[in-house]
């Protein structure tokens, strides 16, 4: 009886959160913006459920970001939200992936705040949480830069719920998803890849840490450039001073975003594998193996 209880909660999230999606599917930044601010409320509420009054500051960016970008927010998000289950001693559950696609359209991040939301409704349920957060009203006017801004926010109040500031071994793992990507796109291409890792650097900083994703990046753009791919400006997440390793987790993450099209774009259909944890990483295996992708890259002299 209790299973089919459970399956019964399930089925009736799932008609509340899920509403029909246009037959055109023209959902508007706005409107995955209003999603986005439905689980930030939730992310509050469940603050408030383990006491933790603890505020989070930041500057918003000031990028002109693309849908693709705000996909890899989420899916942060869904790793974040893993984390807090586990800490709750609740099973795992791995953040899903999608095919590369060559334009990431708004309602595929629309859908994805939507099954957030469904495992926030399931977290809160087996913590026994009755409270509901208010209504969100109609939301106009969002681009996909605010949509991402909010979900950065939401993001930075997951870590203070867990808390638990993003480690070594959680940029390791979305690292090696890049590693992966890169290796599929050598393969793609027949490339021979005699790449070593190169030497540790046992005194590296944050800061050195945070290059070498620009390094990465650079790379990944000189790409799509050949392709002929739109090419988004990261410097305003080049922080110089006070980095923090969520910043290289998150430009490890733009770096994933920015390997979707060029997937898509060479005809790749492969998913990017789920990130797995790896024990006792440090910020030296971090440098070492995005300073290893980069090399990689180094080899892609076309796309075609």
Known sequence: MKELRF????????????RPLRADTDITPSEVYMKAEEIAREAELLKRHFGINETVAFEPFQVDLQPRHVWQKLYFIHTKINVLRTKNKFPGITANSMEPVLQLEPYLNYEQAQRILLELHILKDRLGIKEEIT???????????????????????????????????????????????????????????????????????????LDETFAMMKEIQRLQRH??????????????????????????????AELMPLKAYTGIKELTPAAQYHEAKTIVEVHQLLSWITRKLKLVREVR
């Open 7 to 18: 399956v019964g909660i399930i089925l009736v999230l799932c008609l509340c959160l899920v």
């Open 135 to 209: 209504p969100v009203e109609t939301i106009e006017g969002k681009q996909s830069v605010d949509v991402f801004n909010k979900l950065h926010e939401v993001s930075l109040q997951l870590e203070a719920l867990n808390r638990e500031p993003v480690t070594a071994e959680y940029v390791f793992a979305e690292a090696m998803r890049v590693f992966d990507d890169v290796v599929t796109i050598l393969q793609w291409f027949d490339i021979d890849d005699k790449t070593f890792p190169p030497a540790k650097v046992g005194n590296v900083t944050l800061s050195q840490t």
């Open 227 to 256: 392709a002929g791919l739109q090419i988004t400006d990261f410097s305003p997440f080049h922080k110089k001073e006070d980095v923090r390793m969520s910043d290289i987790f998150n430009m490890t993450g733009m770096c994933l």
